[in-house]
């Protein structure tokens, strides 16, 4: 848990909504979601931009990822993504899990 | 045939399936061998785009192959398109590297790719299983478990013979292990027809194998060794050894070969037709060669410049472009090999639009020594000299674009927007 304290929430926050900005462009016909991925080979949590475009072909652009393996840091890192984008969030691979300070579960 | 005296070794030749789609599949959570997953680079100078990867089912299912163009895959809701990231796959391949140097020693690992390594087990696969295919087998369990990668393994007694078995055999595998020996080469490869398919035989030599009347392995093996030599020189005896399953490398003792050479190219995002605005990427790639080569203390005594036209602006003689060499007093300092590369071009253009530019220094020499010309004051020669040395240090020290020429900021400039690329493509995000 020694890595936690060096991983400021806000910030990490701010990159990905920095890269969401340009490509979130609105587009007819168009489903955007942000794909979130607890990927256990890499012990870090990888954030992607789906974008669907309807009849086309799926694109997916990788907008961060946050090298930690606690589900609180992330929990932080999300509530202020969500403070800047009502984007549906997308939850991969974390299982039947409960946020640690909401106590929702993770979907 | 008597293999007695031939080297008796344990090689692995190891590669990622579909390395960059694999990893692409495994950061999303997906499993690289069952997701419709493509790598697609849309460098501004890839035209429309290019496939660098595509996963074994986007293969399978929609036939996309590696070097499709965006347009040749289909606008299917069903395929998933992500932008490459250089970055990301040079250290995944450390990581499995370093999962390889567990298997082996240091000086027994011989990475042949990005996606390839040769192990050299012959001292050390007893330690890990009783047979090579087990041992094979733990290697991939290892990498899947901890990278969540797929790997195919070529097991053989030497290295062309694990070359071949990984290409010829554990590909079309369901372990995805395939393995070669002198006993069973004969069996396994002689029957082969198309030649092409065979590790070291291209397009070409298989047109003049087929000119001799050899169609398959096992004609190649039966021909007369010094007849094939006398018809296409030492490639001949090497293509007979080829045959046979033989190979006597020692990896260990391969040598780099002596006469390098430093060179650059790209393709533009565009058609050039402006002269300031080719002359342009020209500086830039000699400014980015012959920094290379001072990273190296070595001093050029020949350049050469290659030109391709565009498509429709090829030479009236159908020329699709043009390349020139010539001697120079060796030298490390840019404006001096700019200023050669420069007349060069001027001396050849006919004003023919342009697509790719290439710049090579070559006959090299250590550097270290400035030799002065007489006809120059000395004082500006030790001065621009010194000037080259500080960019260098500017850029090692802050990165490529820490400082760039005011030109570059012009119309046609490529260097700061190709300063993040990564082999030509995308790297990835930054402060990743």
């Not at chain 1, 607890?38 to 086309?56: M, P, S, T, V, W």
Request: glycine share 8%; proline share 4%.
């Amino acid at each position: 848990m020694g890595g936690i304290a060096l991983i400021d929430c806000r910030q990490e926050a701010a990159v990905i909504l920095t890269r969401l900005d340009p490509l979130f462009t609105k587009q007819w016909h168009c489903r955007y979601r942000i794909d979130v991925v607890n990927n256990q080979y890499g012990a870090e949590f990888n954030f992607f931009l789906d974008i669907r475009r309807k009849d086309h072909r799926e694109r997916s652009i990788p907008l961060h990822t946050v090298k930690t393996t606690d589900l609180e840091t992330l929990e932080r890192v999300i509530s202020a993504v969500q403070e800047g984008t009502q984007l549906t969030l997308n939850f991969i691979d974390f299982g039947q899990v409960r946020w640690p300070l909401s106590q929702r579960w993770i979907r | 045939m008597d293999y007695t005296s031939e080297p008796h070794g344990m090689f692995l030749m190891i590669d990622n399936k579909s390395f960059y789609a694999s990893v692409e599949s495994v950061e999303r959570g997906l499993n690289p061998l069952e997701s419709v997953l493509v790598v697609m680079s849309e460098a501004d100078n890839t035209g429309s785009g290019l496939v660098l990867a595509a996963s074994p089912m986007a293969k399978r299912e929609f036939g996309i192959s590696n070097v499709s163009r965006q347009y040749e895959v289909p606008d299917d809701p069903r395929i998933l398109v992500v932008p490459p990231r250089m970055n990301l796959y040079i250290q995944k391949n450390l990581a499995i590297n370093r999962i390889f140097r567990r298997f082996v020693a240091d000086a027994d690992l011989f990475p042949y790719s990005i996606d390839e390594s040769i192990l050299d087990m012959t001292k050390s696969w007893r330690l890990f299983g009783s047979t090579p295919e087990e041992v094979a087998r733990r290697i991939q369990l290892t990498v899947r478990h901890e990278l969540g990668l797929y790997t195919t393994v070529g097991i053989g007694e030497n290295p062309v013979q694990a070359k071949l078995a990984l290409d010829l055999q554990a590909k079309h595998d369901k372990e995805l292990i395939g393995r070669l020996t002198y006993e069973s080469f004969a069996d396994e490869i002689w029957p082969i027809t198309d030649l092409e398919k065979v590790w070291s035989i291209g397009h070409r030599t298989a047109a003049h194998l087929n000119r001799l009347g050899i169609h398959s392995m096992e004609d190649l093996a039966h021909v007369d060794p010094y007849e094939l030599r006398h018809e296409m020189g030492l490639i001949g005896t090497q293509l007979f050894a080829l045959s046979w399953g033989i190979d006597r490398t020692k990896l260990r003792e391969v040598r780099p070969p002596k006469e390098k050479s430093w060179s650059n190219s790209q393709v533009l995002p565009r058609d050039y037709k402006v002269q300031r605005e080719i002359e342009l990427v020209i500086r830039e790639i000699g400014q980015q060669v012959t920094s290379r080569m001072r990273h190296h203390q070595q001093q050029a005594g020949s350049i050469s410049l290659f030109i391709g036209f565009a498509w429709d602006g090829q030479a009236d003689d159908g020329r699709g472009g043009m390349h020139h060499t010539h001697r120079i007093a060796p030298t490390d300092n840019a404006r001096t090999i700019i200023a050669e590369l420069l007349r060069l071009f001027r001396q050849y253009w006919e004003g023919q639009p342009v697509r790719n530019i290439g710049v090579g220094l070559a006959r090299l020499s250590v550097s270290g020594s400035l030799q002065l010309d007489i006809f120059q004051d000395p004082e500006r020669q030790l001065k621009n000299d010194r000037f080259d040395r500080v960019i260098d240090d500017l850029r090692d020290r802050f990165g490529k674009t820490a400082v760039v020429p005011a030109s570059s900021l012009m119309r046609g400039g490529t260097m700061i927007s190709r300063a993040a690329l990564v082999g030509g493509h995308n790297g990835g995000n930054s402060f990743d």
